[in-house]
């Protein structure tokens, strides 16, 4: 049955909002009327895919967020593991979900599996939704007959790689905080501060030191080309990031990455912690294996890794082995590898490449505490040394002028 989303009137009064499930909107009616509920409006649900055909039903709009993924993952799971059918625990869910887009696409999507469709068929009708790995995955979960432990596997998956994005985003936040209040900080001196005191020299009649006309210098073009220079970065900025919309430059972009240092190391980390997780999932779900790469590669955020994916694709087909395809690409660490090559030579693919991913998220959690390490410190140091710089600029000619007073 589709999903209905209704407004109506309560016995005070006030207009509550709902989804309910019906053949038709008069019955949805009927069930509000029942609920002595006074219906304002009742409209098939805004979850709707668009069919096959082309009719005009309404498309997803937004998604989950990964957090909700992995919840409503979570429950599904646990429900098909004590027995409930399917349909049941997606009502169930449903009935829980507080936010009414959610509910509705859960209904939706079981509206779907009460027509005769497979679960990883229903899903795929919300591509925007549920991503490639989790409609593969669930496919293979359906084909072995564990679906529960698929589902199971998808929402470790899910809470992981939202473990490790929230990790590399609070690593990096503070950081950039620093580095943005470092330069608010100098900017504000060398504005307003400094003009203030280096004023009173002006009528002085001796020439001011090398590093006071410097620094004079510096405060007079940032007073008169502050806010130019301002807008300059902000069009280069969003210029750039226009221009990163661009595969073939995108992709000169990440391979330069790769050639920075620390960074390299940051990024290749990064990169191989979310391949090798995924690749996992995938493998101890049954997906085949070339299957398994392709929708792999589409987690890695440089592009030069994502090409080498694809490349050593390839080579798997043409019948090279896992290990040997990824390691002709020199971007991938070298125990990753010999974890993989590990799991073929055992049959035991799966848990070698759970292993492997364990291993790189240590790694990634290893180089990110020693970035900061590095960082933080450095960011410091410049920030003392810029004000140091200033305060001497200042200081300077008043210890001159004590000079020739004495």
Same mark, same amino acid.
């Given at each position: ?67 909700? $993924? !992995?919840?409503?993952?979570? @429950? %599904?799971?646990?429900?098909?593991? /004590? ?5 049941? =625990? #997606? ?98 001196? $060398? !504005?307003?501060?400094?003009? @203030? %005191?280096?004023?009173?020299?002006? /009528? ?5 030191? =090398? #590093? ?99 490349? !050593? ?94």
């Amino acid at each position: 049955m589709p999903a209905y989303e209704y407004k109506a009137l309560n016995e005070s009064g006030r207009e509550v909002k709902g989804v309910l499930e019906g053949d038709n909107a008069r019955q949805i009616r009927q069930q509000l009327r029942e609920k002595k509920l006074t219906p304002l409006s009742v409209s098939e649900g805004s979850s709707r895919p668009r069919s096959a055909s082309g009719s005009k039903k309404k498309a997803v709009r937004g998604g989950l967020s990964t957090a909700e $993924l !992995a919840l409503i993952t979570r @429950q %599904v799971a646990t429900l098909s593991a /004590s027995g409930l059918p399917l349909e049941e =625990a #997606l009502s169930a869910i449903a009935s829980q979900s507080e936010r009414q887009k959610t509910k509705a696409l859960i209904l939706s999507v079981r509206s779907r599996i009460l027509e005769g469709h497979t679960f990883a068929s229903a899903l795929s009708d919300y591509p925007k939704v549920f991503p490639e790995i989790y409609r593969a995955t669930v496919a293979a979960g359906e084909q072995s007959g564990h679906l529960d432990a698929v589902l199971e596997r998808l929402a470790d998956y899910t809470e992981d790689r939202q473990s490790v994005k929230q990790t590399v985003t609070k690593a990096l936040m503070y950081p950039m905080a620093l580095v943005i209040a470092a330069i608010a900080i100098v900017s504000l001196l $060398l !504005a307003y501060v400094v003009p @203030q %005191v280096v004023g009173v020299f002006d /009528s002085l009649d001796q020439e001011l030191p =090398a #590093l006071t006309r410097m620094l004079i210098m510096a405060s007079d073009f940032l007073r008169a080309w502050g806010l130019g220079v301002l807008a300059v970065i902000v069009i280069v900025f969003l210029l750039f990031r226009r221009a990163l919309s661009n595969e073939a430059f995108r992709l000169k972009v990440d391979t330069f990455y790769l050639k920075i240092g620390f960074v390299s190391k940051l990024i290749r980390a990064f990169n191989s912690a979310q391949f090798a997780r995924t690749l996992s999932i995938l493998a101890s779900s049954g997906v085949p294996v070339l299957e398994a790469l392709s929708i792999a590669s589409a987690v890695l955020t440089n592009r030069l890794m994502r090409q080498a994916v694809k490349n !050593a694709a390839v080579q798997v087909r043409e019948g090279s082995s896992l290990s040997a395809s990824l390691k002709r690409t020199g971007l991938f660490p070298p125990m990753m590898l010999h974890l993989i090559a590990s799991g073929e030579s055992s049959g035991r693919l799966g848990d070698m490449l759970e292993k492997a991913a364990t291993q790189q998220e240590r790694e990634l959690d290893s180089v990110l505490t020693i970035f900061l390490g590095l960082f933080e410190p450095l960011i410091i140091l410049v920030m003392g040394g810029t004000i140091l710089i200033i305060v001497l600029a200042i200081l300077l000619p008043i210890f001159q002028l004590n000079q020739l007073v004495s």
